[in-house]
């Protein structure tokens, strides 16, 4: 397996030495491993001692404290420096061949649960590195709950398919990722499926996965007495559960329900280390309304094909609920060509138009709320509402700075708006309170009349059961009750935020794959991390459906800080992971074709608006080539404005940078049109 490098260039990450009061002066120390050429430089302060930097060196490179010891050469001797002394500026470091950190080795392999896009991913990262590994999957497919258990065969991606990619990864580059003549932008689930099902051919993943198989419990098994830490096992127990969860919406909790006490089938696997994906849409909430038995049309769930869509044609409904199922949806009845739909919501909620998700997406720096939501405005013209109006949106007089905080996640697409712009959808404010023969009674005391669907989205608990396999009590960061050699990790169910980071998962599953995997290779930088206690902790709220691996949004988001920003190669792979997605969206999925896409679906569905009678010219696509660049720009500028506050831009060169910006725009605009 390959060596991590340390990287001399930096400070020691969070060194654990006191070394000493913080207004004294900064020297920097240079080690030479002795019978070797290769050096390492560090800042350390003046009264740093011998003892500090071999403790830190055996730290840091993983190496046995006791076989460490530090020398100075005077003259033609040498002499060993004791422990007490001051550290000299020039060092010889017998015990150590090169500074080289050491990956832990493991007596046993390691283990992912979920075999969904995360849990995939995982598991092609631990391919590609050669570290050896199990995935349990409840499900007889791949492709996790999304794909196999929510998703109808209707459903489309809402963000970009260049963004939803299994071997999307930094260090391979753009080439490996699919085009969009042989991956749609919006892939369907079909799309989807047979792209991970290429993905883990190709990579021979199959030998390394057990499907069909629910992780029941995991049993920690302590390292024996006197032995290295690494010893330390989990004893992960699974029940093969045949073709039970295939094509089903699951929870860890409902298996444990139905199989507790059962033996038939029961296995037992040795892992070292573990990354669970468990999905945040594990549990779809479930609710009759009164009047259900009355009301006489459909009634029904609006995911994994259990509502029949084809019957919506020339018919009126009601959709409840105003997520991304919500959109999704929406743009299946209107396919259908159906009549008009209502969407009840306790309150209007912000949905995403496409190019505002290809935008966010592409960002090196998640954009700012306040240029999202003026971004907004044309696509809102034909929703008729100001989106800084909305209940979610915080903001100040001028609207230079806003925050939005939804208890959903986004719904991305254009179509919703075109609907509504067509009189054929309509956003109702209120709870449905019950439903009467072909009409729906909202709290607000409307009834809407002439209806005969009931399409609920009422939203998605997270893993309750995983909590519980895993014996958590909170969640540290990622880790179950702070140990760093178990990653539990999910998307977001909710936004709540100033910034936006993005609307797709690849980039993210990416960076779990790599996060999660660099502590157990280097569990000393978990301790470190540990006792510096900065990672924000999280215990299960049933009430909101969040167990203790869903954190809120903004205390997630502190949470993905803590960890870039205090060991710097996980900072610097995250920079690198965060510039790909611009180099690999603008490659795979340039905004000219993006544009073009969204302009060509737009006006698809015009015309079946028009089939069905409407008339009117159609209404132009409220996005352009120009607005595009311009939004562009912006990015480009907070940026550079970014950079001058964090110091890492003086005032020149910031000027310089937009001096030479100026026309790259204008130029690849003008070659576009
Ligand atoms: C219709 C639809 C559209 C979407 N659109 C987008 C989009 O446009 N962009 C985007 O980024 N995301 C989108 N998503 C969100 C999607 O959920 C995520 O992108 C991603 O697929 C989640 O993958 P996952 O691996 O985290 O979880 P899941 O897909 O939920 O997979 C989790 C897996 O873990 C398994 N599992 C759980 N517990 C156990 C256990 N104890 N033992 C064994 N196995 C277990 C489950 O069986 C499941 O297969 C969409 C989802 C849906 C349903």
Redesign the pocket.
């Known amino acids: 397996m390959a060596l991590a490098k340390f990287d001399v260039s930096k400070k020691v990450p969070i060194s654990r030495a006191k070394i000493g009061d913080e207004s004294q002066r900064w020297k920097n120390v240079t080690l030479k491993a002795m019978g070797g050429s290769e050096e390492l430089s560090f800042p350390v302060m003046q009264a740093s001692t011998v003892n500090e930097v071999r403790v830190m060196l055996a730290e840091v490179l993983g190496e046995d404290l006791s076989k460490i010891e530090l020398y100075e050469k005077k003259g033609c001797q040498m002499k060993r420096l004791r422990n007490h002394e001051e550290v000299p500026t020039k060092v010889l470091v017998k015990g150590i061949k090169n500074f080289a950190r050491k990956v832990e080795i493991y007596p046993h392999p390691f283990v992912v649960?979920?075999?969904?896009?995360?849990?995939l991913r995982q598991a092609l990262h631990w391919q590609k590195i050669g570290q050896d590994f199990i995935l349990?999957?409840?499900?007889s497919k791949i492709?996790?709950?999304?794909?196999?258990g929510?998703?109808?065969k209707t459903?489309k991606?809402?963000?970009e398919g260049a963004h939803?990619q299994l071997d999307y990864d930094v260090s391979d580059g753009v080439e490996r990722l699919l085009p969009f003549n042989k991956y749609s932008f919006w892939p369907s689930?079909d799309d989807i499926l047979g792209h991970f099902h290429d993905v883990v051919t190709e990579y021979n993943l199959w030998p390394h996965m057990v499907m069909s198989?629910?992780?029941m419990d995991i049993e920690i098994i302590p390292e024996p007495k006197g032995a290295h830490e690494r010893m330390k096992a989990y004893k992960v127990k699974h029940l093969h559960v045949g073709d039970r969860?295939q094509g089903q919406q699951?929870?860890?909790q409902n298996?444990l329900a139905e199989f507790s006490g059962q033996t038939l089938g029961m296995g037992e696997a040795m892992a070292s280390c573990m990354a669970f994906?468990?999905?945040?849409?594990?549990s779809p909430h479930r609710k009759t309304f009164p009047g259900e038995d009355i009301f006489g049309g459909q009634v029904g769930y609006g995911?994994n094909d259990e509502f029949d869509y084809t019957k919506t044609t020339g018919q009126n409904g009601i959709v409840i609920g105003m997520g991304?199922?919500a959109v999704?949806n929406i743009r299946t009845v209107m396919e259908n060509n159906s009549g008009k739909f209502y969407i009840i919501a306790r309150h209007h909620n912000l949905l995403l138009p496409r190019m505002l998700s290809w935008y966010v997406n592409q960002s090196r720096m998640p954009p700012p709320a306040a240029v999202i939501l003026r971004a907004m405005e044309p696509m809102y013209k034909y929703y008729g509402k100001d989106p800084w109006s909305y209940h979610s949106v915080m903001t100040n007089a001028d609207r230079s700075v806003a925050s939005i905080k939804q208890y959903t996640r986004w719904g991305?697409g254009d179509i919703y708006f075109l609907g509504v712009f067509y009189g054929k959808v309509e956003t109702v404010e209120g709870q449905l309170k019950r439903l009467k023969r072909r009409m729906a009674v909202i709290t607000s005391g409307r009834v809407i009349k002439d209806i005969d669907h009931v399409i609920k989205t009422l939203g998605f608990d997270s893993?309750f059961?995983?909590d519980k396999?895993n014996h958590t009590k909170k969640h540290v960061g990622y880790w179950p009750d702070g140990d760093y050699r178990r990653w539990v990790a999910?998307?977001q169910s909710a936004i709540d935020a100033s910034r936006f980071g993005g609307?797709?998962?690849s980039p993210y599953a990416a960076l779990c794959a790599y996060w999660g995997t660099h502590f157990m290779h280097y569990p000393e930088d978990g301790k470190r991390l540990l006792e510096a206690k900065i990672l924000a902790e999280n215990v299960a709220k049933p009430e909101v459906g969040a167990a203790a691996y869903m954190f809120e949004p903004r205390v997630a988001a502190t949470v993905q800080v803590a960890y870039g920003s205090s060991v710097p190669e996980m900072g610097d792979w995250q920079a690198s992971n965060d510039a790909f997605k611009k180099t690999s969206m603008w490659a795979v999925c340039p905004p000219e074709r993006f544009l073009e896409e969204c302009e060509k679906d737009w006006f698809h569905y015009c015309r079946k608006f028009k089939e069905f009678g409407d008339d009117r010219e159609f209404p132009p696509y409220p996005y352009t080539l120009d607005w595009t660049f311009d939004l562009l720009r912006q990015e480009e500028e907070d940026g550079i404005q970014f950079a001058v506050k964090g110091g890492q831009l003086t005032k020149e060169q910031a000027d310089e940078l937009r001096e030479s910006n100026i026309g790259k725009f204008e130029q690849r605009c003008g070659e576009a049109k």
């Open positions: 649960l979920g075999a969904g896009h995360l849990g349990f999957d409840r499900k492709g996790g709950n999304a794909w196999n929510i998703a109808n459903s991606l809402q963000s939803y689930r198989t629910q992780i969860f699951d929870a860890t298996a994906y468990p999905g945040a849409l594990a995911f991304a199922f999704e991305i893993d059961g995983i396999i999910s998307d609307t797709a998962i």
